[in-house]
DNA sequence: CTGAAAGCGCTAACAT
DNA sequence: ATGTTAGCGCTTTCAG
């Protein structure tokens, strides 16, 4: 029996009789056989695998994230190779020097932005790139809609009766930020109330573009310091941020949903603790997606590049003052 | 110039002259040119990239210990393959299907027990295995000293006075756990105080085998039932089985350094937050030397398999009761 | 020191 | 339907 015969049934060629098919799957089986990746992907020209450029601080996002992506990859037989980006300064010499370029058959890029160049060179090798949690018009794009979510989010403490609320930022060079800034202007325009701009505060920090416990926490005394005209409500551009606010109101000796409600954005794993009401992002479907979206380019979709926005789920807990009885357990662990 | 040459100066081969060496060098870099992995892998038998096998549920531990990972690996020029296993039921069909077997030079598991099938198989096919957070004597593992911690956080906790200490742990099936008793138990022995069987509760959940903050809640509300005769001090077995517990403590209208101080394990980001004293685990230390022990195997070590223990620290914050002040400011963000 | 040729394990095109 | 053969892009003898 020849060689070719056995490449055959091992890809589904038609051209082969059942009889020779189940006796070279039988054996094969018997003699735990299996073909060697690299070998067959020398002569596809096909790696059957994804790498998947992360940032490695955002952790819990970009774990729920992978998560999805992993689990959607291992389905159609890809894998998942991971590089984590610490100073995003490097990403394009990083990516270079690795010789990513015939090692996989597609990337993802999580939370980042891509250099030009980087996208004109993978562009040529026919290299599809699919952006999570960041946006590009040549690019497919698997994102949240922040604009509708800090809009919800802001509408929410407004229906609650508050008419100073403020918004906590983190850097505004970040695009999520920038937009869920946007949204919170619209809310407030829409219900008709003063945007006060001693009450729209943001970071120029540039440790992790500000989203940090350190920034919500310096912010939110700054906003503190306000005294009087301090607002009653504030919408805080991201979770971890959030915390580092009710730190700041509790050393101040206010209380959180009493003397000034907040809410967040993300939905963290902290927030459940906190009892912090916030935006939710899907994000382990947004990997799921993700991974489907790079498949399709790799088989050659031709479509045009595509936005594949989620919209963010308010999730109400206690620093909002919508619900202030505690409960009688904490909520559910998420599903593993 | 023949096609052997350029090998040869991409592998660093010394018989070759420093006139074509430099020749061939700048013109692979004006042609941007990189070796094929793929086509390399082939003819060297190599594969230049290791397997993470990580239960994706243990978040935050993980994702440190991978950051240690991938940072060595990069600087060794290896690729890291993710694979999430979210069924350990599932560890083997998964790896066995994956043909993971020619796809890279090592593996590593995380936080995982390995099924006696797989280490026979990859032992055969010379591919190193090393193990992170657990133990095994044929295998390079790479863990923290549980029992160690463990005495130094009930010592702790005696320092300060404690008599009746209590703790709470996840599932005995868990290593991690038995080992964590066992520290608690010498210290107690040490100290010449009491152990009280119905002050040391566990958790027989299946559920990421107790690891929750559900299970630290309930345990917790078990503890306090007992009325007048609850600890003063419990140790518990994981931060966020902590998180539960002080959960229950404040739902129960107690204080906690005050009225029943808590002292948890593994430092996750969480432990920040809730002020909570707790042992801490240098988990991308850890990642950083599984990294360098699989290298090490995988170029031909053939040294007995080695234990690589760390030692657990001792971090003070608020919920033992020996630091009451608030700090004026949060303590500073890790290093990302 | 360098060129030529065999081979890594598989796929795909061409015969039969 | 199946056997044969020429690559895939690189490494590694073996000559020279």
Redesign the pocket.
């Known amino acids: 029996?020849?060689?070719?015969?056995?490449?055959?049934v091992?890809?589904n060629?038609?051209?082969?009789?059942l009889?020779?098919?189940t006796r070279v799957l039988t054996i094969a089986n018997r003699l735990n056989?299996?073909?060697?990746p690299?070998?067959?992907g020398?002569?596809?020209?096909k790696t059957n695998s994804i790498l998947a450029a992360v940032p490695f601080y955002s952790t819990y996002f970009f774990v729920e994230v992978l998560r999805g992506v992993q689990s959607k990859l291992a389905e159609m037989e890809y894998d998942l190779i991971l590089y984590g980006i610490n100073d995003p300064h490097h990403i394009e010499e990083v990516l270079k020097k690795k010789s990513m370029r015939?090692r996989v058959d597609g990337v993802l890029f999580l939370s980042m932005t891509v250099p030009e160049n980087f996208v004109e060179e993978y562009n040529r090798l026919k290299i599809p790139i699919v952006l999570v949690d960041t946006k590009r018009k040549d690019l497919d794009s698997v994102y949240v809609e922040n604009v509708k979510g800090a809009h919800t989010a802001t509408n929410h403490l407004i229906s609650l009766g508050h008419k100073r609320i403020g918004m906590l930022n983190a850097s505004m060079r970040s695009q999520p930020v920038q937009e869920r800034l946007e949204g919170f202007r619209q809310a407030m325009d829409e219900a008709g109330l003063e945007i006060d701009p001693q009450l729209t505060v943001s970071s120029n920090s540039t440790i992790l573009d500000g989203f940090t416990r350190e920034c919500g926490y310096e912010l939110m005394k700054e906003l503190l310091n306000l005294g009087s005209s301090r607002p009653t409500a504030i919408l805080v551009s991201s979770d971890i941020q959030a915390s580092g606010a009710l730190w700041a109101i509790e050393e101040a000796g206010l209380k959180c949903p009493d003397d000034i409600a907040v809410v967040g954005f993300d939905d963290i794993e902290l927030a459940r603790h906190l009892r912090l009401t916030t935006m939710r992002q899907p994000m382990f479907d947004m990997g799921v997606l993700a991974a489907r979206k790079i498949e399709e380019r790799i088989n050659g979709s031709q479509l045009p590049p595509a936005d594949n926005p989620f919209v963010p789920e308010l999730v109400i807990r206690e620093t909002c003052g919508a619900r202030r009885e505690h409960h009688e357990a904490p909520e559910p662990e998420m599903t593993a």
Not at 1 to 8: A, F, L
């Open positions: 029996m020849g060689i070719g015969t056995v490449s055959r091992l890809n060629h038609p051209n082969v009789s009889a020779t098919r056989w299996q073909p060697h690299y070998a067959r020398l002569a596809k020209q015939m």
